[in-house]
């Protein structure tokens, strides 16, 4: 079985950084504001038309992505509210509850996708496709334009400006996800993903039971979802559906295509920076902490349930698993969904030891980095980079600086709040919903599992992963509310300091290194950035994980005994 992990991982990460590093290249020229070869005068049409021409300081930047995601959240609401007038609904579903609706709103809106309800059951195909499938490219559009706007502050020796958001996010829709997304659909059809606008069929069971058979446009949405890190699901099982993911192909797949981007923005940071060192410096400190984690859900996983193995029945972990995939690929497809920020899913999380749930739990807490999702990875890890750099400049007595760029007090104080805006709103929402009457209300399990539910859903939401712990019956106005709240302050009180930093730093003239200057590339620096990230989310998080996941762990070991 060991030797089955260590075939599986390796050639997992063999096949993404093969496909990773060419693809970084192309993020790498989209960067570049200089028109594209072959599609220029394209480009150039589309900014006359749409009158947008110059580059932007960091407050019209981050104004523009502010507004283009109220206006998403805006028409997706009002698809939501309506969908029972709209067409493309041929299974006449009613609109949602206003509270659904605004959370479903909020979650797609910010990269999050938490669903508090069965897509097969509430959504009709317009609302599938014209509404979530939408928000999967342009969420994901604004989290990797936020990026190219870090990126370039870094990469350019002064300058007032970080490009054009409204050009980032055309380059980015159209050059990047659109054809990728278009020939993961095609190849997952040519697997057998459903791809149809037909009605639901009757199908009578083996049992003689009447039933529906879902079907609809599935394909298409399956695509963005993975590439996007999104992770929202066609149908309720997610991933686990054999209509969204039927084959073991279609699997390995979607592991790929959720760390596709995240990888290839890592490359494409050390290209425009004009030191590819720096990106592999930081893909080798995600690589690292994801191997760390690997190790621990298999050892967990492979463990199996205490009591089980206490009766001699099995040594492995195979409930809320699919069969057809194995143990090692599912708890493998958790630990890659938590790493980025996808939601997407082929097992129950819920299911897992408390140990091995307790993996993909931590890996939203430490802020959705390892990794990450697409964009927000990226500048999440740099942030805790700008901090692993100060810590070496106090060490040192200097100056801290990184890419020439001097890091000051306003910087810290920026990445300081947005390093803490996450682990705040976690520790508080479970706080406020363990305290009230209607979050107690919705925890199917009591103890420590449940406890592990409700901190699963608040790491999840404020962290915009989507995942969820099960368990918890979240679809009331209450939970709707908190989760919708936390998905918005994770996405946007991190994002708005991350544009300042942007915007600070890019007013600084680069400084060129001296013999005093801290190499940010080599193997020091790379422990130094794990130690942070690890030490970070160890001091903030280990109360809480005590009081859920490992009080879960030692209460089986207990009643074993």
């Known amino acids: ?101 605004l959370n479903t709103a909020v979650s797609f809106v910010t990269n999050t996708d938490w669903q508090a309800y069965a897509g097969e059951s509430s ?59 278009l020939l993961l659909a095609l190849f997952f059809i040519q697997q057998g993903v459903m791809q149809n606008f037909s009605s639901y069929l009757p199908f009578t069971s083996i049992e003689g039971a009447q039933q529906l058979l879902p079907m609809g446009p599935v394909a298409s949405q399956e695509a963005i979802k993975l590439l996007g890190t999104n992770g929202g699901g066609f149908f309720n099982a997610n991933s686990a559906h054999p209509f969204e993911n039927p084959t073991d192909i279609t699997n390995l797949a979607q592991m790929l295509a959720i760390l596709l981007i995240p990888a290839a923005l890592c490359f494409a940071f050390g290209e425009a920076a004009g030191d590819k060192r720096q990106g592999h410096a930081i893909l080798a400190a995600m690589v690292i902490i994801f191997l760390l984690c690997a190790a621990v859900l298999f050892w967990a996983e492979l463990q199996g349930n205490p009591a089980l193995r206490a009766l001699g029945v099995s040594n492995l972990n195979l409930e809320g698993k699919e069969i057809r995939f194995g143990m090692l690929p599912s708890a493998f497809y958790a630990l890659i969904t938590t790493a980025a920020s996808c939601g997407a899913v082929n097992a129950m999380h819920d299911s897992f030891t408390a140990l091995g749930g307790m993996i993909p739990l931590w890996l939203m807490q430490i802020g959705e980095v390892i990794f990450g999702g697409v964009g927000s990875g990226l500048y999440g890890m740099l942030l805790f980079v700008l901090l692993a750099v100060f810590i070496a400049g106090l060490m040192i007595g200097r100056t801290p600086e990184y890419l020439g760029k001097k890091i000051d007090v306003r910087e810290m104080k920026m990445t300081a709040l947005a390093i803490l805006v996450t682990p705040a709103l976690v520790l508080v ?67 708005v300091p991350v544009m300042a930093i942007a915007g600070s730093l890019a007013a600084k003239t680069s400084q060129p290194a001296s013999s005093g200057t801290l190499p940010t590339h080599g193997p020091l620096f790379v422990g130094l950035l794990i130690g942070t990230v690890l030490l970070t989310g160890a001091l903030t998080f280990i109360p809480a994980l005590a009081s859920g996941p490992i009080a879960d762990h030692l209460l089986h070991a207990e009643t074993t005994k």
Do not use: K
């Open 123 to 181: 959504l009709s195909y317009f609302s599938q496709m014209a509404g979530l499938t939408v928000q999967n490219f342009l969420s994901a559009a604004s989290g990797i334009a936020v990026a190219f706007a870090l990126i370039r502050a870094f990469s350019r020796r002064s300058a007032t400006s970080l490009g054009n958001a409204w050009q980032d996010l055309t380059r980015i829709v159209l050059w990047l996800l659109l054809p990728l997304a």
């Open 429 to 495: 929402g479970s706080a406020l919903a363990m305290m009230s009457e209607a979050g107690r209300a919705a925890m199917l399990n009591p103890g420590a599992h449940g406890f592990s539910e409700v901190l699963y859903a608040l790491s999840s939401a404020a962290n915009n992963n989507g995942s969820a712990f099960a368990g918890l019956s979240a679809n009331t106005p209450f939970w709707n509310l908190l989760l919708a709240f936390c998905m918005l302050a994770g996405r946007f009180l991190v994002i």
């Open 1 to 101: 079985m060991a030797l089955s992990a260590f075939l599986l991982v390796a050639s997992y990460l063999a096949a993404l950084l093969l496909l990773a590093r060419p693809l970084g290249r192309l993020i790498a020229r989209l960067i570049d504001p200089r028109p594209l070869p072959f599609v220029g005068g394209l480009e150039t049409l589309i900014w006359r038309l749409a009158g947008v021409r110059g580059e932007m300081r960091w407050q019209s930047y981050l104004l523009a992505i502010l507004l283009f995601n109220a206006l998403g959240f805006a028409l997706l609401l009002a698809i939501l509210l309506l969908q029972g007038e709209l067409p493309l609904n041929p299974q006449r579903f009613p609109g949602l509850t206003w509270d659904l609706a």
